[in-house]
């Protein structure tokens, strides 16, 4: 028989995750509200104590071991969050934990889960993506005898994550008729749909993943589990190359729709609320508020809740996410213009070929004396998407244009 939580279950997770976990707020957002015509509130998962949901399941699951393996200790693998939730519940209970985390995992995650974790915890660094620090993890703890505390593939982290959907619907006061959910491996939905079938069976789940990672979008289409050979690691809470044995079919039997959004929207949506709401959110944390555009019809006049799954994002990341922003909202564009090597042509460049209001981002250029035209690489930040064929046709007609870089990805990536 496939495994589907009991809202009992779901029920003595809460008992036992009161011990750490905050019950954080669910909050009307005005501004979200107005733009969407509907009635928005946010879950703020970010505001949690390890500024993430998965300190529920993490707590939720090693609560539960038995003496002897509380003595041989547990190991994880995470991109962050599960980590810190790992990291945090280990601590607290006075076991020790080795995490395995990918080698691309931001360092403020990594610095998180040491400090959570104090002399409890060994962090360890190992492969590319999620799926290769959990090969590793799950082969440390068969040599070792270490329990594997999975980050969603578990009936116990499942259920301690259900915990956040009893927590929305004590706090709603009114029907919810839409619910947005992140998705990487499943666990956090799995565990809402539980709640929700069981007590507010009418509202409907939609599981938002990136665009670039679309384990569970892909696993829906071939009507089982699959493994994605490449993925884009930036929304690194939410990229997994496959998703749960557990999580999988319920997500399957229970969600209204399972979508992906673009990478640059999610950080177009990350800026925003950063810079309109004062939330600081990490990109996982941004998807079920980016995904909305593609629902608003749906969504008008309803009452919506939006998952806030986490805000442990790394300021050094700014740059890029900006960047990303720019990108998918096409307003910088990257162009190989080719300068006439006289006195004079970057000026006339910045007189006759910029309108008024564009801006110059990026420009590399080295002069060679013995060709006629130099190409530079230069970037253009545009106020309106509008202003790129005027600034094109500008270009061309005065012999400046060489190349259009955004829809070349491979000498995109390669130049910029």
Do not use: W
């Not at 954080?24 to 703020?44: F, G, H, Q, W």
């Not at 009936?155 to 839409?178: C, H, N, S, Y």
């Not at 997994?240 to 999988?248: A, I, K, N, S, Y």
């Not at 530079?376 to 309106?384: R, T």
């Amino acid at each position: 028989m496939s495994y589907f939580p009991q809202i009992k279950d779901v029920r003595a997770a809460a008992r036992t995750i009161a011990e750490v976990a905050e019950r954080t707020p669910l909050m009307d957002s005005v501004r979200l509200s107005k733009a969407y015509e509907c009635n928005i509130s946010l879950k703020r998962e970010d505001l949690q104590r390890v500024r993430s949901y998965k300190i529920r399941g993490a707590f939720n699951k090693i609560s539960a071991l038995d003496a002897a393996e509380r003595r041989k200790g547990v190991v994880c693998a995470s991109a962050g969050n599960h980590a810190q939730g790992v990291a945090f519940a280990c601590h607290h209970l006075k076991i020790k934990a080795t995490v395995f985390m990918p080698t691309v995992t931001p360092k403020q995650k990594v610095e998180q889960t040491k400090l959570f974790g104090g002399d409890m915890v060994e962090v360890v660094l190992r492969g590319d993506t999620f799926d290769d620090a959990q090969t590793a993890a799950v082969e440390h703890g068969k040599t070792k005898g270490k329990v594997f505390v999975h980050p969603f593939n578990d009936p116990k982290i499942i259920e301690g994550q259900a915990t956040v959907g009893l927590e929305i619907l004590e706090q709603a006061g009114r029907p919810i008729d839409f619910l947005f959910v992140c998705v990487g491996g499943g666990g956090l939905a799995s565990g809402i749909i539980s709640v929700f079938r069981e007590l507010s069976p009418n509202t409907k789940i939609v599981g938002v993943e990136p665009q670039g990672a679309p384990s569970m979008k892909t696993a829906f289409e071939k009507n089982g589990l699959v493994t994605l050979a490449h993925i884009d690691k930036f929304i690194d809470g939410a990229a997994v190359q496959r998703v749960g044995e557990l999580t999988f079919p319920i997500c399957k039997a229970h969600l209204e729709a399972m979508v992906t959004v673009a990478e640059g929207k999610v950080c177009q949506t990350i800026l925003e609320l950063y810079n309109r709401d004062a939330i600081v959110v990490e990109p996982a944390g941004a998807m079920s508020i980016a995904v909305l555009d593609q629902f608003r019809e749906q969504i008008k006049g309803k009452n919506v809740v939006c998952i806030v799954g986490g805000s442990n994002n790394d300021i050094a990341r700014t740059a890029e996410i900006k960047e990303r922003a720019l990108l998918y909202g096409r307003l910088k564009h990257y162009f190989i213009v080719r300068f006439p090597q006289r006195p004079g042509a970057l000026k006339e460049f910045v007189a006759e070929i910029l309108g008024p209001t564009d801006d110059i981002a990026h420009f590399e250029y080295t002069k060679k004396s013995n060709r006629e035209n130099a190409p530079a690489v230069v970037g253009v930040e545009l106020q309106s998407p509008e202003d790129l064929e005027p600034l094109v046709q500008r270009m061309k007609a005065h012999h400046f244009f060489g190349e259009y870089l955004n829809d070349k990805p491979h000498l995109f990536e390669y130049l910029i």
